[in-house]
């Protein structure tokens, strides 16, 4: 089946540090989100970005279909970014739903 | 515009007994789609419901089912509980086969 692999699994930072996300797929991706789960459960959608480059403040976001890869950037990160990141992929045959990867939890301290 | 709303946001039954879910989605949204989070997992994909018919589904049993109503709103019905349904269920709606997914935040379910 599709794979969605996210890393790294765990990242703590310190408050104003940048960091980056990776997730790889193992198939053409036709539908390609990033979430973010606060500790209350809600996921929220960060960006719609089957290829190319998007940038949301300090989050930016770039994905590379041709290598099956996509990159979360954090910068200058703070407090309440803290929580799982999830992303998620649409694949050309796999119907209408989402796959998502088992996430990266992360951690901002002050 | 309206987000994504679930109801109830916290439930608990009894192994055997049924359960009712109920997702209201976001204004202007068309599609929607159940998803299953247990503790520590990513969320995994149960069904998707378009034109109040179900448009693809994911490795459930059919004891999970689901209906869509003419205004987009959803329910998800699970017969029959199990331990193991113990989980988040999310509901998220989204334009059909356009643009990003808008998430609720929720219901979890206890299965004691």
């Known amino acids: 089946g599709i794979q969605v692999e996210q890393s790294p699994p765990d990242l703590i930072l310190q408050e104003g540090a940048n960091s980056t996300l990776r997730c790889n797929f193992s198939?053409?991706?036709?539908?390609l989100q990033w979430f973010h789960q606060n500790p209350w459960g809600q996921l929220i959608n960060l960006f719609y970005i089957p290829s190319g480059t998007k940038q949301n403040g300090r989050l930016s976001a770039t994905t590379v279909a041709t290598e099956r890869y996509s990159l979360l950037y954090i910068s200058s990160s703070q407090t309440t970014d803290s929580g799982v990141y999830f992303c998620a992929g649409g694949f050309t045959g796999g119907g209408n739903k989402l796959t998502f990867g088992t996430g990266t939890q992360l951690k901002v301290e002050l | 515009e309206t987000g994504v709303t679930q109801s109830p946001t916290h439930l608990i039954k009894t192994r055997g007994q049924q359960v009712t879910l109920r997702c209201s989605s976001q204004?202007?949204?068309?599609?929607v789609s159940w998803y299953q989070q247990a503790l520590g997992q990513g969320p995994q994909f149960i069904f998707q419901?378009?034109?109040?018919?179900?448009?693809g589904r994911g490795n459930f049993p059919p004891r999970f089912s689901g209906l869509q109503f003419p205004n987009y709103s959803s329910e998800l019905n699970v017969n029959a509980l199990e331990l193991d349904d113990s989980a988040l269920y999310l509901c998220?709606?989204?334009?059909?086969?356009?643009?990003?997914?808008?998430f609720g935040s929720g219901t979890r379910l206890t299965v004691v």
């Open positions: 998220a709606s989204t334009l059909y086969r356009e643009g990003g997914y808008t």
């Open positions: 198939d053409s991706v036709n539908n």
């Open positions: 204004s202007g949204h068309n599609t």
């Open positions: 419901y378009y034109r109040e018919e179900e448009n």
